[in-house]
């Protein structure tokens, strides 16, 4: 409805001055985060130059780089071939927006505006990310959020000091936007305006009889349409392929794996675990009784009983000798570990005093012999030895390379199997074999065998998911050129008969138009084409139809809307094919006295538009007071650095 109020009034309303300085560029992370927002830039080096200024502050090329990336990055999740030169048309708006942003900037620095660095924390404080376990703000949980989010504390704070210049400037200029009654009533009205007409379809299809070409004729429309047969540059590549079948006969030997199991003998060794008492105490006279007491048959606990509470037992269930040296360190582990099952060891001083340990029980378990480990220790020197392999054909290719050597001699010294594909275009579809289908694991040759020229030196290129390598090199590079008028006659003949269908319906059209807007009804308009069509449809409808449509709005509907009574106009039927014509018959003004919500509705919308414009106004105004300036030269020379350079 907004977009109808604008175009009926013909306003020069802008848009909301700053929803892209807080959408685009600073990603909205004020309230959300900062969670999508980027600030690479784009490696030309050019961290000083200014492409405009406005007072104080400045719009340098590094900003202009990482918005811009940051633009790439949100078009990348809808299109991810997107490159800079795509997205070109956003240039002009978000350098706009930057120029807006320094421009409150400045002028909140000029008005002593309170952009205080106390006012920054506050809102630094309130990003979800900045916040600790206890949902107080952390000043490490915020240094983890820059790195995160590849940003600097001083990137921020120009952030949010543009987003509360932006609240705290415009958002009381843009609050205060009204609409009077009586204007809102009077749009209200043209809402509810009524209108009665017909509507006719003139199909191309009703004129195809007799069209007939002769050569002449199809070599001369060919020629003007040459574009619209254009077939894409086609490439016959060569590829060898380097992965697991060219190794597949590299395995270990016994003595190989002989060797490993010896060097790794403390892998495959049985692991004994074993299950303790102890007690420790603080001197050796009383250690040496309580083992004295043990050893004569008694319990670990009663022979530490007569010492009290200095002598508490505790036991240790399970233990390997690695843990139990943790606890009790490595002198009373070995002699622990050396011990039989029932042992009494000690007492032995450590760290803690003097232990004296009983060995409960012994559990041996685990290990493997080496005719139990050979199968094990085979796969993995095999595929050891097969990943160095494909590794030594890689380098043995790209030596020969390096060298000089061409495709052919390179993966004929490595003994590559070489394959050739059919002529194919970029996307691995060949014309000439509808059967023919790139492997999936071959896209990435695909794309750097695209990219070579003919003469370019042969690539090694790494395949995906540990599937190898693969050389490659085009075999034949056939130019983007219009199909050969023989191989797509019946094609170009189809077109031909169209467009002259076409040119017939358009004159139809003409015709029936301008007979219905001189008082003829469509019915009879349509009679004196001697052609059959589809019969006369009636239209009626309110304007408020097209004001509240949730999609798209059907063309002739726009123009029943757009003619004075009695009037008739033609267009063309949006997905082609012929022409619909249209003729207003009666206009009924409407009357929103009877709809008050629809009043109030209209009112309210219009008070957004006004502050709008309030809120454009006043950008204006303080661009004009800070003496914004451009430099041009500088701003089309960096566009045209970023359009060339890819991603």
Request: hydrophobic fraction near 45%; charge should be neutral; charged fraction near 20%.
């Amino acid at each position: 409805m907004l977009t109808f109020f604008r175009r009926v009034s013909k306003s020069k309303v802008g848009t909301w001055i700053m929803v892209l300085v807080v959408v685009a560029i600073m990603g909205g992370f004020a309230m959300a985060d900062i969670s999508n927002f980027g600030s690479g830039t784009l490696g030309f080096g050019m961290s000083s130059g200014t492409l405009a200024s406005a007072g104080g502050e400045t719009v340098s090329e590094r900003d202009m780089s990482d918005a811009m990336q940051h633009r790439l990055q949100q078009v990348r999740q809808e299109r991810g071939d997107a490159d800079y030169a795509s997205i070109m048309s956003d240039f002009g708006p978000i350098l706009d927006e930057l120029v807006n942003q320094r421009s409150l900037l400045a002028f909140a620095d000029k008005y002593d505006f309170p952009l205080s660095k106390r006012l920054i924390d506050a809102e630094i404080a309130q990003i979800p990310g900045t916040k600790g376990l206890n949902g107080q703000f952390s000043e490490q949980s915020y240094r983890t959020f820059l790195a995160q989010q590849h940003l600097t504390d001083s990137q921020v704070r120009q952030l949010l000091s543009a987003d509360l210049a932006r609240r705290l400037l415009i958002t009381p200029v843009a609050a205060s936007g009204h609409a009077p009654l009586g204007m809102a009533t009077t749009y209200a009205s043209m809402l509810l305006e009524e209108r009665n007409g017909e509507a006719a379809v003139i199909p191309a299809d009703a004129f195809k009889a007799g069209l007939q070409a002769t050569d002449a004729q199809l070599q001369q429309y060919y020629t003007a349409n040459r574009a619209r047969y254009m077939i894409p540059e086609q490439r016959a590549l060569r590829i060898a392929r380097i992965g697991p079948e060219q190794v597949a006969g590299l395995a270990a030997t016994d003595q190989e794996v002989m060797a490993y199991y010896n060097a790794n003998k403390a892998t495959y060794a049985p692991t004994d675990t074993r299950s303790l008492s102890q007690v420790v105490v603080p001197d050796q006279a009383t250690a040496n009784a309580i083992a004295a007491r043990a050893k004569g048959g008694a319990a670990l606990a009663a022979a530490a009983a007569p010492a009290g509470a200095n002598a508490a037992v505790t036991t240790l269930a399970d233990q390997t000798r690695q843990a139990y040296a943790g606890v009790a360190g490595d002198q009373t582990a070995n002699a622990v570990f050396a011990a039989a099952s029932g042992a009494i060891v000690g007492p032995i001083h450590s760290d803690f005093g003097w232990v004296v340990v009983k060995v409960d029980a012994v559990k041996a378990g685990g290990g493997k012999t080496l005719a139990q480990a050979k199968a094990e220790i085979a796969t993995k020197l095999n595929d050891e030895k097969r990943k160095s392999g494909i590794e030594e054909l890689v380098d043995k290719v790209q030596n020969a390379l390096d060298g000089g050597a061409n495709f052919t001699e390179a993966v004929g010294e490595a003994k590559l199997p070489v394959s050739t594909t059919p002529l194919v275009t970029a996307s691995g579809v060949s014309r000439g074999d509808a059967s023919f289908k790139m492997p999936p694991e071959l896209v990435p040759v695909l794309q750097s065998g695209f990219q070579m020229a003919q003469n370019d030196e042969p690539e090694i290129v790494t395949l995906a998911n540990n599937a190898g390598y693969a050389v490659v090199s085009p075999a034949q590079i056939v130019p983007a050129a219009p199909a050969p008028i023989a191989s797509i006659r019946a094609q170009v003949l189809g077109d031909w008969v169209q467009d002259q269908a076409l040119q017939r319906a358009r004159v139809a059209a003409t015709q029936v138009a301008s007979k219905a807007s001189s008082g003829m009804t469509v019915a009879d308009a349509l009679k004196s084409l001697g052609t059959a069509v589809p019969a006369v449809r009636p239209m009626t409808a309110k304007r408020i139809q097209i004001a509240t449509s949730q999609g798209p709005v059907s063309p002739a509907l726009k123009m029943l809307f757009s003619l004075g009574a009695g009037k008739s106009s033609f267009a063309p039927i949006p997905e082609g094919g012929g022409f619909f014509v249209v003729k207003v018959d009666k206009i009924t003004p409407g009357n929103a006295i009877v709809a008050p919500q629809l009043i109030a509705q209209v009112q309210g919308q219009l008070g957004g538009v006004a502050s709008q414009d309030y809120a454009e106004q006043f950008i204006t105004a303080v661009k004009r007071q800070m003496k914004v300036k451009r430099n041009n030269s500088a701003i089309e020379a960096f566009r045209a650095r970023l359009a060339t350079s890819g991603s």
